[in-house]
């Protein structure tokens, strides 16, 4: 069987406050024994799998008849793929594929598969490990079992953030308070991460190589969460992600919102040049805005017409992903239903009727 490595790159898009971005989401590694067609055809297939579960954010993507497709079909949506000799030569090597982005997006449009965009929740991971030479809480310095666990959460495109566990994390939190799952204690130690969301959990080596990892997700909405056991560390750390993946991918990328739509945004705090170019930047920036147009500028003040993909309930979570606009309670009109929304299917924009309001950090 071949084993897969994914090199996704999260990076940091910096605006006014940093916005967590996923890169590499089109792209994944194939370990192949040799560079044949047959090996190279099974290696397409893996990777196409791979890249429709990081960029829909679910599991499974394949089995949808629209995307049933043969490593030869498959083929016309790689952009390019290279082969890397791996450090043992008697083990092959690592063949690296890029899809072509556009093509395949337009391919899970038509096939009614949600696109999660790279503007992704940045999750703080606290995990106590238990049963693998002691008992400890993994942080951010690299190490084998950090290093793993990283590589599982950006395997199914998710952007982590492990704990440095200096002397101030430890003096907030212990081994006993994240395996107890006592919430209060690890939410006021994420506190200094200004994290929006925080993941905990404990992982326990079992009998043999069996591995569990029973996990628990913090954020506005509540807590939500799962229990894996699996056969390795490898396995149970990529079947937690893959359950929060689905989760967020539920929140930031509903099923059933592929309709275009728009609405105008009012934004107070515009005072300078830089300040307007940095916000059309910025909302030009968001996989689910389309298009930015203004339509009236004054003083500290400017509105914009946007078109978006989606319902604008879900592209304000998205805004609210980082501190660019900061939302003006009591001035907005309602969030309209997604049945009021203009919907646009082509042709030139019109006027919205829709507003919401905010101000530029």
């Given at each position: 069987?071949?084993?897969?490595?994914?090199?996704?790159?999260?990076?940091?898009f910096s605006f006014a406050?940093?916005?967590?971005?996923?890169?590499?989401?089109?792209?994944?590694?194939?370990?192949?024994?040799?560079?044949?067609?047959?090996?190279?055809?099974?290696?397409?297939?893996?990777?196409?799998?791979?890249?429709?579960q990081?960029?829909?954010?679910?599991?499974n993507?394949?089995?949808?008849?629209g995307?049933?497709?043969?490593s030869?079909?498959?083929?016309a949506y790689?952009?390019?793929?290279?082969?890397?000799?791996?450090?043992?030569?008697a083990?092959?090597?690592?063949?690296?594929?890029?899809?072509?982005?556009?093509?395949?997006?337009?391919?899970?449009?038509?096939?009614?598969?949600?696109?999660?965009?790279?503007?992704?929740?940045e999750?703080?991971?606290?995990?106590?490990?238990?049963?693998?030479?002691?008992?400890?809480?993994?942080?951010?310095?690299?190490?084998?079992?950090?290093?793993?666990?990283?590589?599982?959460?950006?395997?199914?495109?998710?952007?982590?953030?492990?704990?440095?566990?200096?002397?101030?994390?430890q003096?907030?939190?212990?081994?006993?308070?994240?395996?107890?799952?006592?919430?209060?204690a690890?939410v006021?130690?994420?506190?200094r991460?200004?994290?929006?969301?925080?993941m905990?959990?404990?992982?326990?080596k079992l009998s043999?190589?069996?591995?569990?990892?029973?996990?628990?997700?913090?954020?506005?909405?509540?807590?939500?969460?799962?229990?894996?056991?699996?056969?390795?560390?490898?396995?149970?750390?990529?079947?937690?992600?893959a359950?929060?993946?689905?989760?967020?991918a539920?929140?930031?990328a509903?099923?059933?919102?592929?309709f275009?739509?728009?609405?105008?945004l009012?934004v107070?705090?515009?005072?300078?040049?830089?300040?307007?170019i940095?916000?059309t930047?910025?909302?030009?920036?968001?996989?689910?805005?389309?298009?930015?147009?203004?339509?009236?500028?004054?003083?500290?003040?400017?509105?914009?017409?946007?078109?978006?993909?989606?319902?604008?309930?879900?592209?304000?979570?998205?805004?609210?992903?980082?501190?660019?606009?900061?939302?003006?309670?009591?001035?907005?009109?309602?969030?309209?239903?997604?049945?009021?929304?203009l919907?646009?299917?082509?042709?030139p924009?019109?006027?919205?009727?829709?507003?919401?309001?905010?101000?530029?950090?």
């Amino acid at each position: 069987m071949i084993r897969f490595f994914i090199g996704t790159t999260l990076y940091l898009f910096s605006f006014a406050a940093l916005a967590v971005q996923v890169g590499g989401l089109y792209s994944a590694s194939i370990e192949v024994l040799d560079q044949s067609q047959s090996a190279r055809n099974e290696a397409l297939e893996d990777a196409f799998s791979i890249v429709l579960q990081k960029v829909s954010g679910r599991e499974n993507s394949e089995d949808n008849a629209g995307l049933a497709l043969k490593s030869t079909e498959i083929s016309a949506y790689v952009e390019q793929f290279q082969y890397q000799k791996m450090e043992d030569p008697a083990s092959g090597y690592l063949l690296l594929i890029n899809f072509q982005k556009e093509a395949l997006n337009l391919l899970m449009q038509q096939a009614g598969v949600p696109i999660w965009g790279s503007d992704r929740p940045e999750v703080l991971v606290w995990l106590a490990v238990k049963g693998d030479g002691g008992r400890y809480i993994l942080k951010a310095d690299s190490n084998n079992r950090a290093d793993q666990v990283k590589q599982a959460a950006a395997d199914k495109g998710l952007a982590i953030t492990l704990p440095l566990l200096d002397l101030e994390d430890q003096r907030a939190l212990s081994f006993n308070d994240i395996w107890g799952g006592f919430s209060d204690a690890i939410v006021n130690a994420s506190t200094r991460y200004d994290a929006k969301k925080i993941m905990f959990g404990r992982i326990e080596k079992l009998s043999g190589n069996n591995w569990s990892l029973k996990w628990t997700l913090i954020d506005p909405m509540g807590e939500f969460g799962g229990d894996e056991k699996q056969l390795s560390l490898n396995l149970v750390a990529g079947k937690s992600f893959a359950g929060l993946a689905a989760h967020l991918a539920a929140i930031y990328a509903p099923s059933g919102q592929e309709f275009k739509s728009h609405l105008q945004l009012t934004v107070t705090g515009v005072e300078t040049l830089s300040d307007f170019i940095r916000l059309t930047r910025y909302l030009s920036s968001l996989d689910k805005v389309k298009s930015v147009n203004w339509s009236h500028v004054e003083a500290g003040k400017v509105t914009l017409s946007l078109s978006f993909t989606g319902d604008v309930a879900v592209l304000k979570k998205v805004i609210a992903l980082n501190h660019v606009l900061i939302p003006i309670e009591g001035s907005a009109s309602p969030v309209p239903r997604v049945e009021e929304l203009l919907v646009v299917p082509n042709g030139p924009l019109e006027s919205p009727e829709n507003t919401v309001f905010y101000r530029l950090d």
